[in-house]
């Protein structure tokens, strides 16, 4: 059920891991200091399902449990959950880039190291996941000042927030399946 970390955990270091916190239903919520991931199991707002490893015992004056890799609610416990980034929320060309892994949206091709507006910014569009896209140097000069439809160049895709759920939600169902 463990899982191996490469380094071992000392009383120094412990405060500055960070522990997996799921639902009751298995669901990824967040992932939090392991202080307040302690303090969570100490107050039995959440159970340890699955240790750190190595094993570390975290030991105070009134406590001594395993350091965990992941804690689960006991309840609908509110817990800060991250923050959400969606297709509104402001972007940085190198995201865009690696959300696109560099292909361009208009031509397709492979190595576009620039971010185009769909919605040109001189006109109000935004600099937004849902209005930036990797584009090649030659399609982001030919479509210049206009909108897809004004260029005739129609995206291949739409662009969207990156979401990565699901690879947390398949490293949670690896973490809790029994070790083989
Ligand atoms: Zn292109």
């Not at 100490?42 to 190595?54: F, I, K, Q, Y």
């Not at 696109?100 to 971010?115: E, I, L």
């Not at 000042?145 to 759920?165: C, K, Q, S």
């Amino acid at each position: 059920m463990a899982r191996t970390s490469p380094t071992a955990i000392t009383a120094r270091t412990w405060m500055n891991t960070h522990v997996r916190v799921i639902g009751v239903a298995y669901d990824d919520i967040d992932v939090v200091p392991a202080p307040r991931a302690i303090v969570l199991v100490t107050e039995e707002l959440a159970v340890t399902v699955v240790e750190h490893s190595p094993r570390f015992v975290v030991r105070s004056q009134h406590v001594a449990i395993p350091l965990p890799h992941t804690v689960q609610l006991v309840d609908y416990v509110h817990v800060p959950t991250r923050p959400v980034v969606d297709d509104d929320s402001r972007a940085t060309f190198a995201a865009i880039l690696a959300r696109d892994r560099h292909r361009c949206a208009y031509c397709g091709r492979g190595g576009a190291r620039t971010v185009d507006h769909v919605h040109p910014k001189s006109r109000g569009g935004g600099e937004t996941f849902g209005n930036l896209v990797a584009a090649c140097a030659a399609c982001n000069g030919r479509k210049a000042n206009r909108t897809p439809e004004e260029a005739g160049m129609p995206l291949l895709w739409v662009p969207r927030a990156p979401r990565d759920d699901h690879k947390r939600q398949r490293a949670i169902w690896r973490e809790l399946a029994p070790a083989p």
